[in-house]
């Protein structure tokens, strides 16, 4: 018998998650039946948008319940197969993450099938990539700039977030696009960073005054916002947008532990005169360009042209505060937990 | 020889303007030369984006100058012509508002062209509505409702301001593509009013508790917002938007006249999860959708489905108190001055 240590929701957090918030219990795998494969975790991600499901309110996913292992992209590998087309040593990607094995029928892997299921084969590629630049995390980055931010060849693109797993994907995508490329970051290890990749202008939101920070750095404006952050950083991006610049709205984990409402842009008002597009977006909505990414960006990192950092954290008991990290900054690039 | 009385900006407002803003002033007008007409304007518009042009700082048109006569829609009659195509008694439409007469090369008429110059002909139809269901207002409504808000049959729409010029066409056009419709006003008569052109549900915002009113109205929520109001509105509509939605920012006129930075919406972090769209709107961008505009309200005039109001104020001297007046509800429908 297989067993699996999990990680369960133990309470709601009030504000930063905390250990105290989590469980670790261990539990019995059942053996695969006929159709069905048992799949070891190799990698499992912590993704901001998780703290979201950790509230108990309706949103596009159902909220996590207390007592139950939480959910999330991982990828594994099948060390037992009774289901056709799925053989040991496989990689799988699934939202069966925060637990070391499972079984489960192929077609359950997850509920989203365009995102989900058996991985390709790409060259080169630690599995940890799936659940980060050619993941979940990746596609959102790709979609969003994209679809939604519809850059043009000399666009100015700012990034909030630039150094984590989704804002250093959209920072160098933008620039294969063309664009002359402004991100921010939280420290200025993760700005040389940036600079290394080829950003343009980084800037450390800590050193103070964001807005003229980004003034100085697109003294004409921004054409597209890829928000991360959300706060302070989308009030300077309306401020800073040009005439039809697009701001895609990915996620403001500057708020995702608030317990009271934040107040909104006190500029939001610029929409109007500005003719602006504030546009939020959810990656599930976008499985249809998943086969289309995965050309894209193998293609853009076989040619060397998409680098990527990975915060590493080593085994199940650690994925609570990798989790927590995300929301001090501990990560540069996409946080991995390994299993 | 003739004569115009002109309004000016004497003083930038500060706060809601009031008389003491404007001077009076009568000046005489040149005799037309070759290729030129003079026109005698017949009606004037006030519209709210003008408190906009009243500050002092860059915009999508350029601020109103101290001690110079102000610009705005108008609609006026040819009396006097030496340009070819043009004869008396032809109606003009152009940007030189607040003015009884002016001089002009037809190719001046207005900076844009799409929107201005001679009027086509409508069967009994007065020619104040060139400036209001015909005219610039009416094509907000067109474009902002049926461009941005891309409003599908069965959808629910809810638009603030719905008494006023553009609401009240908003109001209108969604019920004729098969949309349910809420609509806000600031009395019991406009509510009145909005009901008996067909609008589902019509809510006096001034009765208190618009979120509850907008919830009840629209238990399901909405899938289009129009936007003239901005504020609280944009919250509610942000709270009550169903996935995908899309708001179409038109106007915020409960902050025009603010003297320091309104909060912005608080719950702007749903722009992600509900995946909205807000998008701001500037009808001058939309000039090429005019000739398909006249005529799609022309045939819905004919057929009785557009209804509108004026409320008519009389004499260029009363165009300061009709611009005033805008901003504590006086209108229903469009606020127009017959000169």
């Given at each position: 018998m297989i067993t699996s240590t999990e990680i369960r929701l133990k309470s709601?957090?009030?504000?930063?998650?905390?250990?105290?918030?989590?469980?670790?219990?261990t539990v019995d795998v059942p053996a695969p039946g006929a159709g069905e494969v048992l799949v070891r975790n190799r990698y499992m991600s912590v993704?901001?948008?998780?703290?979201?499901?950790?509230?108990?309110?309706?949103?596009?996913?159902?909220?996590?319940?207390?007592?139950?292992?939480?959910?999330?992209?991982?990828?594994?590998?099948?060390?037992?197969?009774h289901a056709e087309g799925f053989a040991p040593g496989d990689l799988v990607s699934s939202m069966f993450g925060w637990r070391e094995a499972f079984t489960v029928a192929p077609a359950n892997l997850a509920a989203m099938p365009d995102l989900f299921g058996k991985l390709p084969h790409v060259p080169g590629i630690n599995p940890s990539a799936f659940i980060g630049v050619l993941g979940m995390p990746g596609l959102t980055a790709y979609v969003g700039l994209l679809e939604i931010g519809q850059p043009k060849a000399g666009d100015t693109v700012f990034v909030s977030g630039g150094a984590g797993a989704v804002g250093s994907v959209v920072a160098q995508i933008a620039k294969i696009k063309g664009c002359t490329v402004v991100a921010s970051a939280g420290s200025a290890e993760k700005c040389d960073w940036l600079r290394s990749v080829g950003v343009d202008h980084a800037i450390n939101y800590k050193d103070g005054n964001l807005l003229a920070q980004v003034q100085a750095a697109a003294p004409k404006g921004i054409d597209v916002y890829f928000d991360n952050v959300g706060g302070e950083h989308l009030e300077v991006a309306i401020e800073v947008a040009r005439q039809g610049a697009r701001l895609a709205e990915c996620g403001m984990i500057s708020q995702y532990n608030d317990t009271a409402p934040a107040p909104g842009p006190r500029n939001i008002i610029m929409v109007v005169g500005k003719s602006l597009k504030i546009q939020g977006f959810i990656v599930s909505n976008f499985g249809h360009l998943r086969a289309q990414f995965v050309a894209d960006m193998a293609g853009w990192i076989a040619e060397g042209r998409i680098r990527w950092e990975e915060t590493v954290m080593d085994g199940i008991a650690q994925a609570p505060a990798a989790f927590a990290g995300l929301f001090d900054g501990t990560n540069t690039g996409k946080m991995v937990v390994k299993l």
């Amino acid at each position: 018998m297989i067993t699996s240590t999990e990680i369960r929701l133990k309470s709601r957090p009030v504000g930063v998650p905390t250990a105290a918030n989590f469980d670790v219990a261990t539990v019995d795998v059942p053996a695969p039946g006929a159709g069905e494969v048992l799949v070891r975790n190799r990698y499992m991600s912590v993704d901001p948008y998780m703290r979201g499901r950790m509230y108990d309110r309706p949103s596009y996913v159902p909220p996590f319940q207390i007592g139950e292992a939480l959910q999330g992209h991982a990828v594994g590998e099948i060390v037992e197969s009774h289901a056709e087309g799925f053989a040991p040593g496989d990689l799988v990607s699934s939202m069966f993450g925060w637990r070391e094995a499972f079984t489960v029928a192929p077609a359950n892997l997850a509920a989203m099938p365009d995102l989900f299921g058996k991985l390709p084969h790409v060259p080169g590629i630690n599995p940890s990539a799936f659940i980060g630049v050619l993941g979940m995390p990746g596609l959102t980055a790709y979609v969003g700039l994209l679809e939604i931010g519809q850059p043009k060849a000399g666009d100015t693109v700012f990034v909030s977030g630039g150094a984590g797993a989704v804002g250093s994907v959209v920072a160098q995508i933008a620039k294969i696009k063309g664009c002359t490329v402004v991100a921010s970051a939280g420290s200025a290890e993760k700005c040389d960073w940036l600079r290394s990749v080829g950003v343009d202008h980084a800037i450390n939101y800590k050193d103070g005054n964001l807005l003229a920070q980004v003034q100085a750095a697109a003294p004409k404006g921004i054409d597209v916002y890829f928000d991360n952050v959300g706060g302070e950083h989308l009030e300077v991006a309306i401020e800073v947008a040009r005439q039809g610049a697009r701001l895609a709205e990915c996620g403001m984990i500057s708020q995702y532990n608030d317990t009271a409402p934040a107040p909104g842009p006190r500029n939001i008002i610029m929409v109007v005169g500005k003719s602006l597009k504030i546009q939020g977006f959810i990656v599930s909505n976008f499985g249809h360009l998943r086969a289309q990414f995965v050309a894209d960006m193998a293609g853009w990192i076989a040619e060397g042209r998409i680098r990527w950092e990975e915060t590493v954290m080593d085994g199940i008991a650690q994925a609570p505060a990798a989790f927590a990290g995300l929301f001090d900054g501990t990560n540069t690039g996409k946080m991995v937990v390994k299993l």
